[in-house]
């Protein structure tokens, strides 16, 4: 995995550590080998597998040892399922960012010091926030919505490249 934006999303889905083990998989690999590699406990790297192996990242080959009746388990990256995974995720998110950008258009934004609420949420409370006790006023929301723009075409550009 040389794309440092695929990288990045994933330590944002799950988290760096993940990354690590994924990208220690660039060959097949036992779970001892992998916590002696990253230096860390078996239990750990055990942990991080399974949780790659619930979203379909990496599969496993079990053998057992007849002599001690012992498993192993030879873990491989599915590299497919990889490039699947980040493109769900981000997907998602687009979703997210278009439903965001879509409330921020439509309708008043307010705020108090605490928090942004819509203009239904304000009327319910009279305007003053019920957490900081402070009156919610009209905010300019124009920079937020460049941001969530900026951010829809950034992952756009990013799913058409790959
Ligand atoms: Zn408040």
């Known amino acids: 995995m040389d794309n440092e934006l695929l990288v990045n ?14 990208e220690k998989l660039s060959e097949p690999k036992r779970d001892e080998e992998l916590a002696a590699e990253l230096n860390v406990k078996e239990t750990i790297v055990r942990t991080l597998l399974n949780d790659l192996h619930v979203k379909s990242l990496v599969e496993y080959e079990r053998t057992k040892n007849k002599k ?17 995974y980040i493109n769900n995720y981000l997907q998602n998110r687009l979703d997210g960012l278009y439903q965001t950008l879509n409330e921020e258009k439509n ?37 937020e919505i460049s941001e969530i723009e900026t951010e829809i075409a950034k992952i756009n550009n990013f799913l058409r490249s790959v």
Not at 68 to 84: A, F, I, S
Not at 127 to 133: R, S, T, Y
């Open 107 to 143: 309708g008043m934004i307010f705020k108090c010091s605490c928090s942004r609420v819509s203009f239904e949420k304000a009327t319910n409370t009279d305007f003053i926030c019920p957490e900081c006790n402070e009156p919610y006023l009209a905010f300019d929301n124009s920079k």
């Open 68 to 84: 001690t009746g012992w498993y192993t388990y030879l873990w491989k990256k599915r590299d497919n399922k990889v490039m699947e």
């Open 9 to 22: 999303i994933l330590a944002e889905s799950m988290s760096k550590d993940h990354v690590t083990v994924i």
